[in-house]
């Protein structure tokens, strides 16, 4: 299928990974700010790629998907092209899309990569099942990854996903989702890398105020209706504890912002608000110069945020369900109880549940990480370590460079190279090797896989 017609180029300005000039996109020569704290990843890659040497004996991947750094699609998407070029295989662009483009305007903002006369005979496309036309249709092998925030995937999609060879995924959760859904199976589960500038930063000091932190968008999805509720109720009034909420202005988006929070926060003297706009190195700051992450979401495909707080050693106050409880448990953080299973109130969901978080487990979990921030450091300091030998991107790029060389053995021989994917996985993270589990608290949604 040919590329969409409109394209957008993002100009060549010179840029550091986490300290940047506002990058632009150029399009009908309008100058569009592109709102995304890692698309300075992005472009040094989109600049390297054009600028590789082509080298015909190399095998190629063909390569599509979201390139918006700020989900769970684009920070594996970026990641995975590095990787890829960096295991000796040429990459093919196929074609790549700003979530921002999609919401706003369609096709209008695509970053135009360099193609290469190169052909490919597997393809590995970031994105969601409807999406996948967009890969070529000669591919001998072909790869989807995919994440899906409730428990029910779109019925209309499991025929798409199941064009694929393979479908992989971000978590334990996500997998069960997808299989309980209809997607075949086996599905790998590849983690979302992060970052190696998420490093520990050590211990916080206490201050005379201790500084809670919200970091994401104003989606119901993401509860932060939770956390104001528990937030005016319990700490509107005392002077030794503030939130920050970093998040995008209110404003209606996808349908299902909260967009009425900050008018009920105008007289809470201790919330402060962050903008959206920051670069990476104030995220860092952001995490630096807090005591503690809170996301009281009621679902995540992976929950990208946490990790990254937990990577830097920064307690993480998170729901006890959905993909961050491959990471988020009482060793490593402080997990928020689930009320129970409610129906999704978002119609791109509505297949689906999400998890409740409580509130005065949420408040409960609060009070224990200010009453012994000591142990609260301890657990994160545990975090750290779990998140940085489990998903760093040494482990994500040796797993996709072990699918990418045992392609062939799909779908002939699919579950006996679904055993060697788990044992390979278990020796790279250094756990040992389990057999399928399902996550106790969506069971009852999952059945008999």
Same mark, same amino acid.
């Given at each position: 299928?040919?590329?969409?017609?409109? =394209?957008?180029?993002?100009?060549?300005?010179?840029?550091?990974?986490?300290?940047?000039?506002?990058?632009?996109?150029?399009?009908?020569?309008? =100058?569009?700010?592109?709102q995304d704290i890692h698309v300075p990843t992005v472009m040094r890659f989109a600049n390297r790629q054009r600028n590789l040497p082509i080298d015909k004996n190399r095998k190629a991947v063909e390569w599509g998907g979201y390139w918006d750094r700020s989900d769970g699609y684009g920070s594996s998407n970026i990641a995975f092209a590095e990787d890829v070029i960096d295991s000796g295989w040429n990459i093919r662009p196929r074609w790549f899309q700003n979530r921002e483009g999609i919401e706003s305007s369609g096709s209008d903002k695509i970053l135009r990569f360099r193609d290469l006369p190169v052909e490919a005979e597997i393809g590995v496309c970031f994105t969601m099942p409807p999406d996948m036309h967009i890969m070529s249709p000669h591919l001998k092998r072909m790869f989807l990854y995919t994440l899906w925030e409730s428990t029910q995937l779109i019925p209309a999609w499991v025929p798409m996903a199941n064009q694929?060879?393979?479908?992989? &995924?971000?978590?334990?959760?996500?997998?069960?989702?997808?299989?309980?859904?209809?997607?075949?199976? !086996?599905?790998?589960?590849? $983690?979302?890398?992060?970052?190696? /500038?998420?490093? !520990?930063?050590?211990? =916080?000091?206490?201050?005379?105020?201790?500084?809670?932190?919200?970091?994401?968008?104003p989606y119901s999805r993401k509860g932060i209706d939770v956390l104001i509720s528990v937030w005016k109720k319990h700490y509107a009034e005392r002077k030794d504890v503030r939130l920050v909420l970093h998040t995008k202005k209110p404003k209606v988006l996808r349908g299902s912002a909260t967009v009425w929070y900050e008018d009920s926060l105008k007289d809470v003297p201790n919330v402060a608000f962050s903008s959206d706009e920051k670069s990476g190195s104030d995220i860092l700051a952001l995490y630096k110069n807090s005591h503690c992450l809170v996301h009281p979401a009621r679902s995540?495909?992976?929950?990208? &945020? $946490? /990790?990254?707080?937990?990577?830097?050693?920064?307690p993480v106050i998170a729901t006890g369900a959905t993909g961050m409880t491959d990471f988020l448990n009482h060793d490593t953080g402080y997990p928020i109880e689930v009320l129970g299973w409610v129906p999704c109130n978002h119609p791109f969901y509505a297949s689906g549940t999400w998890a409740e978080p409580d509130p005065d487990?949420?408040?409960?979990?609060?009070?224990?990480?200010?009453?012994?921030?000591?142990? /609260?450091?301890? =657990?994160?300091?545990?975090?750290?370590?779990?998140?940085?030998?489990?998903?760093?991107r040494r482990v994500t790029q040796e797993a996709w460079k072990f699918l990418l060389e045992n392609a062939d053995r799909i779908p002939e021989k699919k579950m006996e190279f679904y055993r060697d994917f788990k044992v390979f996985m278990s020796r790279l993270q250094n756990v040992p090797l389990m057999e399928d589990t399902r996550d106790a608290t969506v069971d009852a949604f999952f059945g008999d896989l």
């Open positions: 299928m040919d590329q969409p017609a409109q =394209r957008a180029e993002i100009e060549n300005i010179p840029l550091t990974v986490m300290d940047f000039p506002r990058p632009v996109v150029v399009y009908k020569n309008q =100058r569009l700010p592109v694929a060879d393979c479908v992989v &995924t971000g978590s334990e959760f996500c997998r069960l989702v997808l299989m309980s859904s209809g997607v075949q199976g !086996p599905i790998p589960v590849i $983690p979302i890398p992060i970052d190696e /500038a998420f490093q !520990p930063l050590g211990p =916080r000091a206490l201050t005379d105020v201790f500084q809670f932190l919200f970091i994401s968008a995540e495909g992976f929950g990208r &945020t $946490p /990790a990254e707080a937990l990577a830097t050693e920064l487990s949420l408040h409960t979990q609060m009070e224990a990480v200010m009453s012994d921030y000591s142990a /609260a450091s301890a =657990r994160a300091k545990n975090g750290s370590r779990f998140i940085r030998a489990r998903f760093s």
